[in-house]
């Protein structure tokens, strides 16, 4: 993974942790929902590294 993709990735997957936890205030359904798109967003990520890793 290059590096500017890498902080791209790193800064994005923090801003949506920030934003689960915010959401955390609003209610439970916005919660659980921002959770499982941070989960997926990072285990996408860790998907893109492997394929690239294997290039």
Do not use: C, D, E, Q
């Not at 993709?5 to 209610?27: D, K, Q, R």
Request: proline share 4%; net charge positive; glycine share 8%.
């Amino acid at each position: 993974m290059s590096k500017p993709f890498a902080l791209v990735y790193a800064v994005i997957s923090t801003l949506l942790m920030t934003a689960t936890a915010i959401s955390i205030s609003f209610g439970a359904w916005p919660a659980i929902g921002m959770t499982l798109f941070t989960f997926m967003f990072i285990g996408f990520g860790f998907m893109i590294k492997s394929r690239l890793r294997r290039k």
